[in-house]
C-alpha cells in the first residue's frame, strides 16, 4: 500500500531537530514519537495519517524510512531505535517539493508529476528476500552481531567483495581487466567491488591533520626563488586554467613561460585506440623549443617511441637526464600480466622521459625515486602521483603546463591544452590578452 508523505512530521522535525538529537533524548525514535504525539495534539494536527490507531507507531517508522528515502542527506535512522539529522534545512526542500506535486496535480498537466511522485513512492527492490544476501556483504556498518576479531578486521582493512552476475563463472577465476574491463555485462569472469571502511578514512586523515597540526610553522614558510614563494601557506595556487585547441597547430607563444612541462602525445602505436593519434613527424615538429627558458619537461612515450621521444627532446634543446618507469597494477593490487597493447609482450609498465633544459638550480632534487607504482584507470589516463612529483620538484606556485591534457587532467596550479576538452578557462590576464589577440586574427 502505498504511504503519503506526512508533512507534519518533517515539520516537527525542522522545529526541533536540536532538542530531539540533545539529552536526555538522544535521537531515541520511541521518545521522538511520543513528544510528536503531544505536539499534534497542542497543535490540533491529530488527523494526519499518524493517528490514535493500531500500528501507528508502525507508521511512524515507515514515514521515517519515506523521509530518508527522499533525501539521505536530511535525515539518517541509524539503527532500530535512533535516528540522527545530517541537514535538517533539507526537510524543508521536501516539504516544497510536495506541495508543489499536489498543487500541479489539480492541473491539466499535473499526470506526468503525479506519475513521478508515485515512482518515488515505489518500495526499492532491495525490499526482496532474493537481495538479502548481497546486501548483507555490502552493509559492514552493521557489525553488531558478528565477532570482535571479525569485526576488526572489517573495520580496519580494505575488502574486495566479489560480484556474482548471472551469466558469472567463478570456476574460471579473475577478470584480466577486472575494474577496466569493457565487458563487465557479458564477461564471465569474476569482478569485484572495492569496499574502504569509512572509519579507516576517518581514521588515516585525523591521522595526517595531526602531523601536519605539529608541524612548526616557521618550517612552513620557504623563500621566494624565480618562480615564486613555494610555501604552501604564503597564498593560495591559481585555479586550473585550459584551452580546446589542436595542439599541433596551437600558437604556443600564447602561453609565456613555464618551469614545468609534462607530454603524453598520442603516439600511434598501430592498434585500434578509441581517440584519435599523431605521426611522428608531426611531434617532433610541435614548436616545444619556446615555452622554457631553462626547466624540465617530461614526456610520456610508448616501447616504440622511446628512441623517437629522446630525439625529440634533443631538437627542443633538452638534455635527458631521467627515466622514469610506472608500474601498473590492477584493481587487486597485483602486477598487470595481461594488458591491451604489445604485439609481443605484453605492456604492464610504461615510460616516462624527463629532459632538463638550461641549469635550473632551483629545482629540488633527491626527493622523489624514478619508479611509480600505480593502478590503471581509463584509457591511456596517467597517474596522479606524477603532479605531485613535478610539484616538489618545482614549487606549487610555479607556472606548469600539461600538453595532449583531458578534462580528467585539469588540475590547480596547471595549465592545460589538447582537443578533448571542454571550452576556454584562462585567468592570467596577460595570457587572455593574447589569445584574445590571437583570435582576432584569424
Avoid at 629540488?364 to 620538484?393: A, C, F, H, Q, W
Amino acid at each position: 500500500m502505498e504511504i503519503g508523505l506526512n508533512t507534519h512530521i518533517l515539520s516537527f522535525f525542522i522545529e526541533n531537530s536540536f532538542y530531539l538529537l540533545a539529552s536526555p533524548i538522544s535521537g531515541s525514535i520511541h521518545s521522538i514519537y511520543c513528544i510528536f504525539k503531544e505536539w499534534q495534539i497542542k497543535r490540533g494536527n491529530n488527523d494526519s495519517p499518524v493517528s490514535n490507531q493500531t500500528g501507528e507507531y508502525e507508521q511512524f517508522l515507515k514515514q521515517l524510512d519515506l523521509i530518508q528515502r527522499l533525501d539521505s542527506h536530511a535525515i539518517l535512522r541509524e539503527d532500530k531505535e535512533t535516528i540522527s539529522f545530517i541537514n535538517h534545512e533539507n526537510l524543508q526542500e521536501i516539504i516544497d517539493q510536495s506541495q508543489g506535486l499536489r498543487d500541479l496535480e489539480s492541473k491539466s498537466d499535473g499526470k506526468q508529476l503525479k506519475s513521478l511522485n508515485d515512482l518515488i513512492s515505489t518500495p526499492f527492490s532491495t525490499s526482496d528476500s532474493k537481495y538479502e544476501q548481497l546486501l548483507s556483504l555490502l552493509n559492514y556498518q552493521n557489525t553488531g552481531s558478528y565477532p570482535a576479531e571479525l569485526t576488526r578486521c572489517l573495520e580496519a582493512k580494505i575488502h574486495f567483495i566479489p560480484v556474482i552476475k548471472s551469466h558469472t563463472d567463478p570456476s574460471l577465476g579473475d577478470c584480466s581487466y577486472l575494474d577496466t574491463c569493457h565487458k563487465s555485462d557479458t564477461c564471465r569472469y569474476l569482478h569485484y567491488l572495492k569496499h574502504v571502511p569509512e572509519d579507516l578514512i576517518i581514521e588515516k586523515t585525523a591521522q595526517c591533520d595531526a602531523f601536519n597540526a605539529n608541524i612548526p610553522f616557521w618550517e612552513k614558510i620557504s623563500p621566494f626563488d624565480k618562480n615564486g614563494s613555494v610555501s604552501n601557506i604564503s597564498r593560495d595556487q591559481l585555479d586550473s586554467q585550459w584551452i580546446n585547441c589542436d595542439v599541433r597547430t596551437f600558437d604556443f607563444s600564447i602561453l609565456g613561460k613555464f618551469a614545468a612541462v609534462i607530454a603524453d602525445p598520442a603516439w600511434n602505436i598501430h592498434m585500434n585506440l578509441p581517440y584519435g593519434t599523431c605521426n611522428d613527424t608531426e611531434l617532433l615538429n610541435l614548436p616545444l623549443a619556446n615555452i622554457q627558458d631553462e626547466g624540465i619537461l617530461m614526456l610520456w612515450v610508448t616501447g616504440r617511441a622511446i628512441e623517437i621521444g629522446k630525439e625529440s627532446l634533443s631538437k627542443w634543446g633538452y638534455t635527458l637526464k631521467n627515466e622514469l618507469i610506472w608500474v601498473k597494477t590492477n584493481q587487486l593490487s597485483r602486477t598487470i600480466c595481461t594488458g591491451r597493447t604489445g604485439h609481443w609482450l605484453n605492456h604492464s609498465k610504461e615510460h616516462l622521459l624527463v629532459g632538463v633544459k638550461g641549469n635550473p638550480q632551483w629545482l629540488n632534487k633527491g626527493i622523489d625515486v624514478d619508479v611509480i607504482v600505480s593502478p590503471t584507470r581509463e584509457t591511456s589516463r596517467k597517474p596522479d602521483e606524477l603532479y605531485d612529483m613535478v610539484e616538489r620538484l618545482v614549487g606549487p606556485h610555479a607556472r606548469k603546463l600539461e600538453i595532449f591534457g583531458r578534462d580528467h587532467n585539469l588540475r590547480k596550479g596547471w595549465f592545460t591544452i589538447g582537443n578533448q576538452l571542454s571550452g576556454v578557462n584562462i585567468l592570467e590576464h596577460d595570457v587572455l590578452k593574447r589569445y584574445n589577440a590571437s583570435n582576432s586574427r584569424k
